[in-house]
C-alpha cells in the first residue's frame, strides 16, 4: 500500500487537504502518480453544489471523493490484466468522461468528481478497471506534463467545434463540423477556454475559417490574446483574425456583422453564460448559421431570447457541447505533438496546497488556467509575479528567467525547473 496526500471533497465548499493509505490495487486496476493538474470551472461548480451535483455520490460526507479532473502523471504499476497494455513508467493522460452505466452514480461517473481513489488533485491515485474498458486512459508521448493536463480542456473545444452543423435546403442531412472557409465568431472568448478555441482553429489543419472574430470585453485579456495568438501568424495560415472589445462599440451586433462583410457568421461560439452575450451570438448568425453554446451556466434557470423568425427562414440553429470524448482527446494530444503548445491558457502555477482555496474562489481570480503541481507546496502564483518576487527569491528569479525567454509563458524547461528545485511533499 502507499500513503497519497490529496484534496477531497465531502460536502458543499467542504475540500480538505488530507492524507491517507491508498488499498492495494487490484489486478484489473493501476496505481499512478499525479504530476499535475489544471483546475476547471467545473470543479468549482462540483464543490458549491455538492451531493446535488449530478457527478457527485450523495454518500461524500462519509466517502469523500478526490477533486480534479486535468490531470497528467506517470504509471507505477499495471495489475495483469492490463500489463500487455500499459506498463510502469509510461506518461499518461485521462478522459475523465466515462459515460459507464455501471459506475458509482451510474452513467455520469467521472474521475474528479465520482470517485475515493482517483482524481487529479492528489500524489497518487487508483486508476479503476472502467477507466481502462471504456479506453479512457490515454497515452501521452510529448514533452513534460502540463500539456497531457490541457488536453482534456483541449478535447472539450474540439468536441465543440466538431458539433456544430449545417444544413441544405431541402436535405434532412445534418453536415457535421464548421464551415471550411466560413466565418466564425467567438464570444467572451479570451478567458481560459476561449484561448484554447482560438489555438485549436489556428493550427487546424483538415478546416479553418476564412475569418476569426474573437470579442471580449477586457482590453487587457483581448492584447494578451493577440500577443499570443497573432494575426500575423493566423494570416499565415490563411485566416483573417481579429480581435474587437465590444465593450467600446455603441452597437456591438452592427459593428460584427460589418466585419463579416454583413453575411453574418456561419459559427459562433459563446463562451460565456450572460444573457446578452447569448442574444448577441444568435443576432449575428448567417443562413444556416449554427450558433454553439459552450459555457455552463450555473443557474438552472438561465435562459436567453432567440429570433424565431430566423430559426424558421433562415435555419439558424443552436447546439450545446460540454466537453469531448475519446477521440477529441486523442486528437488533443495528437495535435499537440504536431507543434500546438498550450502554453498561453496558463496563468497561475501552485502546489496541492492551494488548491482548495482557489478551487473554491475560482470565478473570482483573474487570469486564465491554474496549473497545479502536486508533488510541491506552493501558493498559488500568477506568472506575471514571478519576476517581482524573483528580487528576494532565487528559485522565482530564474523562473521567471525561462518564462521571459517565452513571451512570459510557461514551457516544458520551466515546469522541469519547478519540479527539480522547489520544495517537494
Known amino acids: 500500500m502507499i500513503k497519497t ?6 460536502g458543499k465548499k467542504d475540500l480538505r487537504l488530507e492524507e491517507f493509505e491508498l488499498p492495494q ?14 483546475l476547471c470551472m467545473s470543479s468549482y461548480k462540483a464543490s458549491s453544489q455538492g451531493t446535488d451535483h449530478k457527478r457527485i455520490p450523495d454518500d461524500v460526507a462519509e466517502n469523500p471523493i478526490i477533486i480534479g479532473h486535468e490531470f497528467a502523471g506517470e504509471l507505477l504499476e499495471v495489475g495483469a490484466k492490463w500489463s500487455d497494455k500499459f506498463k510502469a513508467g509510461d506518461k499518461f493522460s485521462i478522459q475523465p468522461a466515462l459515460y459507464y452505466e455501471d459506475g458509482p452514480v451510474g452513467i455520469l461517473s467521472a474521475p474528479g468528481y465520482s470517485y475515493q481513489h482517483i482524481g487529479g488533485d492528489a500524489t497518487y491515485v487508483i486508476i479503476p478497471n472502467e477507466v481502462m474498458e471504456k479506453d479512457c486512459l490515454l497515452a501521452y508521448h510529448g514533452e513534460g506534463y502540463y500539456p497531457a493536463s490541457l488536453a482534456e480542456p483541449l478535447s472539450c473545444v474540439i468536441g465543440a467545434m466538431h458539433a456544430n452543423y449545417h444544413t441544405t435546403p431541402g436535405s434532412y442531412v445534418h453536415k457535421m463540423e464548421i464551415v471550411d472557409g466560413g466565418k466564425m465568431a467567438i464570444l467572451a472568448g479570451v478567458g481560459p477556454m476561449g484561448l484554447a478555441a482560438i489555438n485549436y482553429a489556428l493550427h487546424r489543419e483538415d478546416r479553418k475559417p476564412s475569418l476569426l472574430v474573437v470579442t471580449d470585453v477586457d482590453q487587457a485579456r483581448l492584447d494578451r490574446a493577440a500577443s499570443i495568438y497573432t494575426v500575423d501568424f493566423a494570416a499565415s495560415k490563411g485566416i483573417d483574425l481579429q480581435y474587437v472589445n465590444t465593450g467600446k462599440v455603441e452597437d456591438p451586433v452592427k459593428e460584427l456583422k460589418a466585419i463579416s462583410g454583413d453575411t453574418g457568421y456561419d459559427d459562433v461560439f459563446v463562451f460565456a453564460p450572460v444573457k ?6 444568435d443576432a449575428i448568425l448567417a443562413f444556416d448559421g449554427c450558433l454553439n453554446f459552450f459555457a455552463g451556466p450555473g443557474d438552472p434557470d438561465f435562459s436567453a431570447l432567440l429570433n424565431f423568425y430566423n430559426v424558421h427562414y433562415a435555419y439558424t440553429h443552436i447546439v450545446g457541447t460540454s466537453g469531448g470524448n475519446n477521440d477529441d482527446m486523442v486528437e488533443a494530444l495528437d495535435i499537440m505533438g504536431k507543434g500546438l503548445d498550450p502554453a498561453g491558457l496558463i496563468t497561475h502555477i501552485g502546489g496541492l496546497d492551494a488548491v482548495a482555496e ?13 496549473l497545479i ?9 500568477p506568472i506575471a509575479d514571478f519576476e517581482k518576487l524573483g528580487e528576494n527569491n532565487d528559485l522565482f528569479r530564474e523562473l521567471a528567467l525561462i518564462c521571459n525567454k517565452n513571451k512570459g509563458l510557461w514551457s516544458v524547461e520551466a515546469e522541469t525547473f519547478l519540479l527539480n528545485y522547489f520544495n517537494k511533499l
Not at 5 to 10: I, Q
Not at 276 to 281: I, L, N, S, Y
Request: aromatic share 2%.
Open 373 to 381: 503541481y502536486t508533488h510541491i507546496d506552493l501558493p498559488l502564483t
Open 5 to 10: 496526500r490529496a484534496v477531497r471533497l465531502h
Open 25 to 38: 490495487i487490484k489486478e484489473d486496476e493501476i496505481l499512478a502518480k499525479v504530476v499535475s493538474d489544471s
Open 358 to 370: 482557489a478551487t473554491n474562489n475560482l470565478p473570482h481570480i483573474p487570469g486564465g488556467k491554474k
Open 276 to 281: 446578452p452575450v447569448v442574444e448577441q451570438g
